[in-house]
């Protein structure tokens, strides 16, 4: 095997450069201010988790586990995201907090490479844990906070998507009652939006014509409040019904938060069935086929960590929302070249400290016959040694102070 | 091998609850902001780098990486700094960027496992690189910013200790020629600050008296701008004498900084000999026993990536400002509880965006019989499950607004 080049770095990561990551701690900044304004606290989780812990209870599939060993030949796996994390600390250090338990966070997470796939196997997520409450208002709060986080960050233009994992669970018992297989491949038909494959599983699985066409409708249940009643309309199954309810609910708090616009139901959207057990949700920028946030209420998690408590949450995908910002534009604060000699250097120091105080950016350099002077451009900046000021000033002995 | 307790995290690796990370969080907001007004501009490097290009380059010896496999079977570590990444940028991203480039980060840095010592294995560091000045000027710079960045932490009372690998290196040149072995068992002790140990050697190693009495001169060369002198009396060694003449010249533009008071000579401070190529310089907090910054110049490290530049540093041990600082207070914010029935909940939901909107921290819940009303405490705040508020108001069918 070939060594490395020696500007290589590992498939799958990236180097943000400063533009890149102006953008990216402007959106960190805004969006956990606004979670702090929910009364949503921040914590910090290590990057490295055990596998049999952390690494089992996350919602990551194992084969997409970043997996490497410690010195006493345990696994350890490098976090997929922080609500596992955050579910032992809540059972661990935090177990006498009283619920309910509104928790933050920032931060990067790992996939194992996908090489072929050209996917980031680092990247950021920036979202929150609201743990101990069960109520449809604790589902609708988290709802409504990712639509604040998503215009937080800067977000134009973006739908919610809820759906509800018991909705399906509860059709699929009554009209494929005990046929295991055939329903975990028609929810993999929907987790993979593949409803061609979904209609042609139902024809070839000889349902009754009623069953059939119960499991064909939920694929037109994606709309406003209205589909809630059409839902209840199709399935008698207890589980389906209470799932609606529930979702409904969520409907109505969140027309409370008025922001009824940003969200429609898509009872197809049920997320991952092993990790999610109530309301999910996608949110969907209108200039990106891919989710800018996910998220859901998942009530197993924690007793798996010894403190059983109902969840719910939601993580944005920072990285996707900073491709679909751009980068920041130069910025545009006032930056000051402070030029000097022997003589001028300490008047050219003491300017910069005064400058940096009232908020200015002062870069100081010794003059050299090496570099010339800065070169003035036409729109009245000065470029130096390929930085753009905004100001000049040299500080000499003969000349005294010279502000351009 | 017993498997991990649910509630387990691997050793060495910690979770940072709210008040630890808002106090985190506040240094590395003051001090990137602090380094952004020097004209520093923020890059972010991966966590994973290769082990043959970055590990081999960084300054952390090869037992204490971290290292890992991945899919192919190449090498991996988990960065250990970010000094030698950002060579590996100035010398690929940006290898047409002139210099000098100022740089800086706050990244999260991590060690092989240090059990017995109790030693984190992962931590903070937050920092800044000068690249491509070899100037006594740009030394200066990063020893005034570090400085600076110090007092924007918070951190009250502390000295920097600067030193050159140049003048020892020098000194044993003169003495000791040729013996390497005698001369790195001597940069050992003066590493480990062994000075007993240091003139032990000195005694067994049957120098001439001139020579013991210069080697032993070194232990004594602590103090203001005096011990330029001084050493410049000691040897008339070439490398040695340029070393104290550089030396010399970063005291002086500290002098003309402002901030003498907080720096000190320190000849007996001499750094990784096999990475750092001319000043060294340590930052001391008065209360605690150990550096909360570290830098110097690395001249030969960019070579390593292809792009052969001098360069300059230093990194802030964020950890230990924030264990010197201590925890913060809970916070000052305004905190509102606005409890809602069914009836009231629009109207608490829209004071609740109205409050966030101007700053304040608003919490809402829906009363619920099961856990009572919020309890007014002696001091006039309420605590209600288990948070405290600065304010607390009800919003109900019947009683309309309440506000306490």
């Known amino acids: 095997m070939a060594k490395p080049k020696v500007f290589e770095k590992p498939t799958g990561l990236k180097d943000y450069l400063p533009n890149a990551v102006r953008k990216l701690r402007h959106i960190e900044r805004s969006v956990l201010d606004c979670m702090n304004g929910w009364g949503y606290r921040q914590m910090i989780t290590p990057t490295l988790e055990y596998y049999d812990t952390v690494g089992a209870a996350s919602s990551t599939s194992d084969a997409k586990l970043f997996k490497l060993l410690n010195h006493r030949g345990q696994t350890l796996v490098l976090r997929s995201d922080v609500t596992a994390p955050i579910a032992r600390v809540v059972s661990s250090l935090l177990k006498e907090a009283p619920f309910p338990l509104r928790i933050s966070y920032h931060a990067n997470v790992f996939r194992a490479f996908e090489e072929e796939a050209g996917r980031d196997a680092e990247f950021f997520q920036t979202g929150v844990e609201l743990v101990g409450d069960p109520s449809p208002e604790a589902d609708a709060e988290v709802v409504a906070l990712a639509i604040a986080s998503l215009k937080a960050a800067g977000v134009k233009q973006f739908k919610v998507a809820i759906g509800h994992v ?15 297989d055939a329903q975990s491949q028609l929810k993999d038909c929907l987790l993979g939006r593949d409803y061609v494959g979904y209609r042609e599983l139902l024809r070839k699985l000889s349902l009754t014509e009623a069953a059939q066409s119960e499991l064909e409708a939920i694929l037109r249940l994606r709309g406003g409040q ?11 199954n207890e589980t389906a019904r209470a799932s609606i309810g529930h979702l409904c609910e969520i ?13 429609l139901i898509d009872l197809t959207m049920i997320g991952d069935f092993s990790y999610y057990t109530g309301m999910t949700f996608e949110g969907y920028a209108s200039d990106l086929g891919f989710p800018v946030a996910s998220g859901g209420r998942y009530d197993n998690l924690l007793a798996q960590f010894g403190r059983p408590a109902p969840a719910t949450g939601f993580a944005l995908k920072t990285n996707r929302i900073l491709e679909l910002l751009g980068e920041d534009e130069e910025c545009a604060d ?7 000699d022997g003589a001028g250097r300490q008047a050219a120091l003491a300017e910069a400290q005064r400058l940096r105080a009232e908020g200015s950016i002062a870069v100081t350099e010794r003059r050299s016959g090496e570099f010339g002077e800065p070169a003035q451009t036409a729109n009245g900046t000065f470029i130096y040694r390929g930085n753009e000021y905004s100001q000049f000033e040299f500080y000499g002995g003969e000349e005294g102070r010279t502000s351009r």
Do not use: Q
Not at 251 to 263: D, I, P, T
């Open 334 to 340: 006032k930056r000051v070249l402070l030029m000097y």
């Open 166 to 180: 018991g909705f399906l669970k509860g059709l699929l018992d009554e009209t494929l009652p005990g046929r295991e």
């Open 226 to 236: 209205e589909i809630c009643a059409e839902a209840l309309k199709l399935s008698a």
């Open 251 to 263: 409907w109505n708090a969140l027309a409370e938060y008025g922001v009824s616009e940003h969200v």
